[in-house]
T-cell receptor, first 113, second 112 residues
Framework: GAGVSQSPSNKVTEKGKDVELRCDPI?????LYWYRQSLGQGLEFLIY????????KSGLPSDRFSAERTGESVSTLTIQRTQQEDSAVYLC???????????FGPGTRLLVL | QKEVEQNSGPLSVPEGAIASLNCTYS??????FFWYRQYSGKSPELIMS????GDKEDGRFTAQLNKASQYVSLLIRDSQPSDSATYLC????????????FGKGTRLHILP
């Protein structure tokens, strides 16, 4: 079956612009995670959804970052007024709540000029 | 703060030898553990999951879990250059929110 998909695969934007990143989880997966990974660094947890509620938003770096999820489907991560330090790969993963195994999407590479 | 700790490495291992990767976790309530491999420029991919104390083998990979000591390890037998990657350990909290916590990863380099 289809895996986790993310779009766009690459995004170049100018400082101060808003960007929207999209994640389509595996069908039936109730849990969805967003991570950020800077070059050569580990995964930085951003936010986690169980269904369309977000029990843990503790990783969002600032109020410029927000995310939403429609039911148990697509999620969007929005970064407002982008800064150069927002440049990174943004990874989405989904899992069946019962097993916890996460399956990752290919990521969105964001470059803020 | 619940944490999963890994040595960042790099860990260098000669080709054909056994690579041993270790991970400790702080939350005694964690019940499920996962090892992911991440090649440079790629997304993490699941290698193994382990839920019970003891060893779990899959091909050249063996995961070991010791809940009393709160550590998880991954052994890679007959290491190959293609095993060179970053290995991420993750643990799942046992509460209704089902959150997974990742370690920062260990870089493994297999020397030809």
């Amino acid at each position: 079956g289809a895996g986790v998909s993310q779009s766009p695969s690459n995004k170049v934007t100018e400082k101060g612009k808003d960007v929207e990143l999209r994640c389509d989880p595996i069908s039936g997966h109730t849990a969805l995670y967003w991570y950020r990974q800077s070059l050569g660094q580990g995964l930085e947890f951003l936010i986690y959804f169980q269904g369309n509620s977000a029990p843990d938003k503790s990783g969002l770096p600032s109020d410029r970052f927000s995310a939403e999820r429609t039911g148990e489907s697509v999620s969007t991560l929005t970064i407002q007024r982008t800064q150069q330090e927002d440049s990174a790969v943004y990874l989405c993963a989904s899992s069946l709540a019962a097993t916890g195994t996460q399956y990752f999407g290919p990521g969105t590479r964001l470059l803020v000029l | 703060q619940k944490e999963v700790e890994q040595n960042s490495g790099p860990l260098s291992v000669p080709e054909g030898a056994i690579a041993s990767l270790n991970c400790t976790y702080s939350d005694r309530g964690s019940q499920s553990f996962f090892w992911y491999r991440q090649y440079s420029g790629k997304s993490p991919e699941l290698i193994m999951s382990i839920y019970s104390n003891g060893d779990k083998e899959d091909g050249r990979f063996t995961a070991q879990l010791n809940k009393a000591s709160q550590y998880v390890s991954l052994l890679i037998r007959d290491s190959q250059p293609s095993d060179s990657a970053t290995y991420l350990c993750a643990g799942r909290e046992m509460n209704r929110d089902d959150k997974i916590i990742f370690g920062k990863g260990t870089r493994l380099h297999i020397l030809p």
